[in-house]
């Protein structure tokens, strides 16, 4: 039960980081004149908080074993 609530402490931080980013990212984008396509910007952000999830989760129970 403990890896579990690590776990979902872990999703939810990744989360709220993620959504912050990404709305750093379209706000400097949008000053400059870019335009992100949705679709890959989701991809991306999917992409890159999985790995660090999993990579935050693997450090934080490793000590737990």
Do not use: E, Q
Not at 19 to 43: A, E, F, R, T, Y
């Amino acid at each position: 039960m403990k890896h579990f609530f690590k776990g979902t402490v872990v999703v939810v931080g990744v989360t709220i980081v993620m959504m912050i980013l990404n709305i750093i990212i379209n706000i400097v984008c949008n000053k400059n004149g870019i335009d992100l396509d949705p679709s890959v910007m989701s991809v991306m952000s999917t992409f890159i908080g999985a790995c660090s999830g999993m990579a935050i989760y693997d450090k934080w129970t490793k000590d737990g074993r």
